[in-house]
């Protein structure tokens, strides 16, 4: 016989689809080899069933003619439904006949002749005819689906192990080593695995697990970029192979060829389906590691989180009471006779208080860093004039601001804002402090109070150094500190962040400006607000 | 001074600390008794009968919040806390349970004497004193109900001039907005703490020189406003 080589390709219609109607290259049933298995495996049963027959016959024979006569009918029944139950029903048909021909020949007169003279007898005969093949064919039937459901279940149970398995995997070759074994378990050997590599490309799978077809035909998949599933049949062997990608939302992992073997176009459909269940559930899998591996990873950010707040916690709190001790006893210092008596005295203790105060606003940023993370600020909203909270800021950072003009300006008839003043004011403090670290000794630093509808803007206009535009989208990010102020100007980088969380913490936003490099920097708040006072009328 | 040292008793499990405060006050003039804990605390209070009270709250027995309590039920000796947190709802509970005022750590000399200075001088207020409260160019005269600028006379309006009235008895000393809330206003208004800023705005442009940078009603954020009696130089220009 002459068999074409024939490629198809599975319309990549959709991942999950039914394959079935891919699988169109299925060999033609039967060649002399396959026709010798099979009359071997029919004739046995024929031969059986007749011999059952026989069975019966002799058993009957020596009862006598009379007595033989009425039970034939159903004892012959007996190797009939045997026979369908065990063979199916051709074997089952020639028993049938087989025992028509033995009970007329031995039983009904004219004995030891297929000649039947009674018309009862006729009926006899016709009726044992349909009882039989009634009979044999619901028995045939009930063990077809026996088998399938037997079968069935088989194959349930081995899906049941594997899904088992796979809930075991924790890694992608986990889930590899997993469908090989599994596929090799319940399919035959025939199972290669293309493994896909972090560089793109595919590593086949070791010599002599996928014929020379199969390899080419995976090659070009990778290679056209289209990812499909296709059934191929490998020409020389008559095989036929599944061929399908292993992905999941993220990555595709590889592809897998799949020997499904050869059969009918049924035989094939039916494996087919059932690798397609596996390969369902090996999906699933992945999903299942992509969200677990998505998981860890947000674990480990936490824990790398928390280790860092545990960390600001204990350095701030450990810090605190030595400072404390610092500050005061070097403001005791300051203010002793002797000590205001010497100047070399004086300036030391002087430079003592400052760096304590310096320290001191590093602990305090620590300190509100750890608690916007600990469990987050919870404001305590009032009524505040927005004068009282910058001027309270002005006064706070008086030191840091020293070496700057600070212009306030303040429209007329402010409306209260809606806010937590202290959070507030340690966010324009921030931002203050900001201005006048990046800004040079005797420039202005202009501070703009103004009212628009239901809201307050403060805003703080530096002619500092600037903002890089690329600079400005990681301004809100905690610990950014641009690499082009890290060696020359102090700080944490917790401040603007500290800022700007504390302002959205109070229903705020907090905006930045800045024309760029060198062009000074205005950074402003807005805040919910009360309608404006103008009348001096107390707002609702 | 003519009378005796004021006594003041420090309170603190900080040895350091307690070692500069003892300083501070002895070179101006204070006589100091401590205590590490809030036992010895309660029992130097009845035993050396001090003047002024420093409190930490961090006590290893007791919270100082507590201590305050104790204190309270059988004393008005002037009591200021030292706090190394600085939440705004913990100061108000404070001065609510009857602390004068509240300074919190780390902190000067300077401004924790003018604070012990400021309660001792309303404790120990008696009718011989005069009855005028000066702040800076202020001053304010508690029983003619008048009040001058730099010797010229202003004129307040009688709620403006209540409010006036409390800092100024309190001088140097914060009063939280329920206090003055409560002094000022009856009924539903009490609760409004929109009137008061109101209020303090309005003040502030009859008596600052710059009403947009006050320097004698100081806001203390979240907690209250304090009339200053020892004016710091300006910082903004």
């Known amino acids: ?540 | 001074m003519n009378k005796p040292a004021n006594i003041v008793l420090l309170v603190d499990d900080e040895p350091k600390i307690r070692r500069f405060l003892r300083a501070g006050f002895e070179l101006n003039g204070f006589d100091v008794t401590e205590a590490e804990n809030a036992a010895d605390a309660l029992k130097a209070a009845t035993l050396s009968a001090p003047d002024l009270i420093i409190l930490d709250l961090a006590l290893p027995d007791l919270h100082g919040t507590e201590v305050l309590e104790r204190l309270r039920s059988w004393s008005n000796v002037p009591v200021i806390i030292l706090s190394v947190v600085a939440s705004e709802e913990e100061k108000v509970r404070l001065l609510q349970a009857g602390a004068d005022d509240y300074i919190v750590k780390p902190f000067g000399m300077a401004e924790l004497l003018a604070r012990s200075e400021a309660a001792l001088r309303r404790y120990f207020k008696t009718a011989t004193e005069s009855p005028v409260i000066v702040a800076g160019p202020l001053s304010v005269d508690l029983v003619s109900r008048t009040v001058s600028l730099n010797q010229t006379q202003v004129r307040l309006t009688r709620k403006e001039y209540r409010l006036l009235h409390i800092l100024a008895t309190h001088v140097g000393l914060v009063v939280t907005h329920d206090h003055l809330l409560r002094e000022i206003w009856t009924g539903n208004q009490r609760d409004n703490v929109q009137y008061l800023r109101i209020l303090v705005r309005k003040l502030r442009q009859k008596i600052e020189a710059d009403p947009n940078q006050p320097r004698l009603v100081i806001t203390e954020s979240g907690v209250g406003y304090r009339l200053q009696n020892r004016l710091q130089p300006s910082t903004a220009e």
Not at chain 1, 321 to 328: E, N, T, V
Not at chain 1, 387 to 399: G, L, P, Q, S
């Open chain 1, 1 to 540: 016989m002459n068999y074409h080589p024939s490629v198809v390709e599975g319309s990549a219609k959709e991942q999950t689809g039914p394959l079935e109607n891919d699988v169109v290259a299925a060999p033609p049933p039967g060649n002399e080899r396959s026709l010798r298995g099979a009359f071997l495996t029919s004739a046995l049963p024929l031969l059986l069933s007749c011999a059952g027959i026989g069975v019966v016959t002799a058993a009957l024979l020596p009862m006598g003619q009379r007595a033989a006569a009425n039970l034939v009918p159903i004892a012959y029944l007996i190797p009939v439904i045997f026979a369908a139950t065990r063979w199916g029903l051709r074997p089952a048909l020639v028993a049938s006949i087989a025992g028509i021909a033995a009970a007329d020949f031995f039983f009904f007169p004219p004995l030891y002749s297929f000649h039947v003279d009674d018309p009862q007898e006729v009926i006899d005969i016709l009726l044992f005819l349909v009882i039989s093949l009634v009979s044999s064919d619901l028995a045939a039937r009930l063990r077809r689906e026996t088998e399938t459901l037997r079968q069935r279940e088989g194959e349930i149970q081995h899906l049941y192990e594997f899904s088992r398995r796979l809930a075991a995997c924790f890694t992608v070759s986990d889930l590899v080593a997993a469908i090989q074994d599994h596929l090799a378990r319940t399919l035959g050997p025939d199972v290669a695995f293309f493994v896909a590599m972090p560089d793109g490309h595919f590593e086949p799978p070791e010599l002599g697990s996928a014929p020379q077809t199969v390899r080419e035909s995976v090659a070009a998949m990778v290679a056209s970029a289209r990812i499909s599933a296709r059934t191929i049949v490998d020409q020389p062997m008559r095989e036929t192979w599944l061929i399908r990608a292993i992905f999941s939302q993220t990555a595709v992992h590889g592809v897998i060829a799949i020997n499904i073997g050869r059969g009918s176009r049924e035989t094939i459909a039916n494996k087919t389906s059932s690798v397609e269940a596996i390969l369902e559930e090996v999906s699933l899998t992945l999903q299942r590691l992509d969200i677990g591996k998505a998981m860890e990873d947000a674990r480990l950010r936490l824990q790398a989180q928390l280790l860092r707040d545990a960390f600001h916690g204990t350095l701030s709190h450990e810090l605190c009471s030595p400072l404390a001790a610092i500050k005061g006893s070097a403001s005791v210092l300051e203010s002793m006779p002797t000590v205001r008596a010497d100047n070399r005295a004086r300036m030391l203790v002087e430079a003592v208080s400052e760096e304590a105060a310096q320290l001191d606003g590093f602990i305090q940023n620590l300190l509100n860093a750890t608690r916007v993370t600990a469990g987050g600020i919870k404001p305590r909203l009032q009524w505040a004039d927005p004068e009282d909270i910058v001027n309270a800021a002005i006064t706070r950072r008086a030191k840091h601001l020293s070496a700057h003009r600070v212009q306030t300006t303040f429209a007329g008839d402010l409306p209260l804002v809606h806010v937590d003043t202290s959070l507030i004011e340690e966010a324009c403090g921030q931002l203050l402090e900001n201005a006048a670290k990046y800004s040079p000794s005797a420039s202005t630093i202009a501070v703009r109070v103004t009212a628009d509808s239901g809201h307050v803007i403060v805003s703080i206009c530096d002619q500092g150094v600037g903002i890089a535009p690329d600079e400005k989208l990681q301004l809100g990010r905690r610990s950014f500190r641009s690499p082009r102020h890290q060696a020359s100007i102090p700080g944490s980088g917790l401040g603007f962040w500290i800022a700007s969380t504390f302002v959205q913490a109070n229903g705020g936003t907090i905006a930045v400006l800045s024309q760029g490099h060198g062009h000074g920097t205005t950074v402003s708040i807005l805040l919910p607000a009360s309608r404006p006072t103008a009348s001096g009328q107390t707002p609702k």
